[in-house]
């Protein structure tokens, strides 16, 4: 499963069925692409293909549903034709984000692409009921479109699966952590630098939580490799000392919704990032943790943490208390069912 999915959609169908809604998911992409996708493999065409259908199928259906809510767009690399139709013909859609995924259209490579879909999901926010965005970024984009009624709904945790770390339990080197996917990989080795100057003055470890194995990385540092499930994370979280979330401010990245930040705070860790996207909103620097923009900064700023362990859980302390009041299923559950119950008491006055 994708982790937008998970995240974005999975998590929330305890909720719904409380509630007191029915609830059909239909994803585009398979388990079969998406196991592909994270190993780095070149996709069969019959399965695509067949993604691509299923979900021709499923939208004949769309006219008995009360509300359709679409992660993203309904066909990848397709014009908006699907989102037309549910807008003239049915009862519309909702639309949610959490990537800046305009920019596979407007920032593609190929002229025909980018000529002729550019706009692509801009037309798609335009003509959506309701636009659900992860972060200001992409808030902004949505209301530049055009959008009638955008809703910021960060990309959160529950609470319940998350616990604060005790401090002050061990006296084993520091440990600092980084989670995050195969194709994210590439922002934590960018800081090698970083590391190679730190190891000069102090001792600590790197831990890498992945779901992909890899050979041994060269990072100038020890480094240790946590293979990553759902089941797990947590637990590999808890093991670290301090979260990072390095990031080049691009256009791709500042749609990000600094969800590892979210999940090391959750855990009480403090947290060094770039100020890049939301993670300028997640980090309160100097108070849960540091935003770095140079090596130097990055240098100073874990220099820092791995030598005071007060200081680690001062912010700590800080982050789990912000994560709890802002970024729970809890509260974004509440701000989804008021938004709801607004659009549809317009609708009947």
């Known amino acids: 499963m994708g982790a937008s999915s998970r995240l974005r959609t999975y998590q929330y169908l305890p909720f719904w069925e409380k509630a007191g809604y029915q609830v059909e998911i239909s994803s585009f992409f398979n388990e079969a692409y998406l ?3 994270y190993q780095g493999k070149k996709h069969h065409p019959l399965n695509v293909l067949g993604c691509y259908i299923r979900r021709f199928w499923i939208l004949l259906g769309a ?17 908006s034709y699907a989102e037309w139709l549910l807008a003239k013909l049915g009862k519309g859609y909702f639309v949610d984000y959490d990537d800046a995924v305009f920019h596979n259209y407007d920032q593609h490579s190929g002229w025909l692409v980018r000529t002729w879909m550019g706009d692509k999901i801009d037309w798609v926010m335009r003509n959506a009921r309701l636009v659900f965005v992860g972060n200001a970024y992409l808030k902004e ?20 699966r998350y616990r604060m770390k005790a401090y002050g339990e061990s006296s084993q080197r520091v440990k600092v952590g980084w989670i995050g996917s195969p194709t994210t990989l590439k922002y934590l080795l960018s800081l ?3 590391f190679e100057k730190l190891r000069e ?13 890899f050979g041994e990385l060269d990072l100038a540092c020890p480094v240790r490799m946590i293979p990553w499930s759902e089941e797990t994370e947590v637990e590999s979280i808890l093991s670290m000392d301090i979260g990072l979330m390095p990031l080049p401010d691009d256009k791709w990245e500042r749609g990000k919704c600094a969800y590892k930040l979210i999940q090391y705070m959750a855990c009480g860790l403090p947290v060094v990032a770039s100020p890049v996207g939301m993670n300028v909103e997640v980090v309160e620097d100097g108070a849960n943790g540091f935003l770095a923009s140079s090596e130097e900064e990055w240098v100073e700023s874990l220099r820092r ?7 680690r859980r001062e912010f700590g302390e800080q982050g789990f208390k912000i994560v709890q009041e802002r970024y729970t299923l809890q509260r974004n559950f509440g701000l989804i069912q008021e938004e709801l119950k607004s659009l549809f008491d317009k609708e009947l006055d």
């Open 201 to 213: 003055q102090l001792d600590f470890e790197l831990l890498i939580v992945n779901a992909k194995p």
């Open 141 to 160: 984009r949505a209301l530049k479109a055009g959008a009638k009624d955008v809703v910021s709904l960060p990309t959160v945790i529950d609470p319940s």
């Open 305 to 311: 943490l791995i030598s005071d362990e007060e200081m």
């Open 63 to 79: 006219g008995k549903y009360d509300l359709i809510w679409i992660e993203k767009e309904a066909f990848p690399f397709l014009p």
């Open 35 to 37: 196991k592909r996708f």
């Open 192 to 194: 090698k630098p970083v």
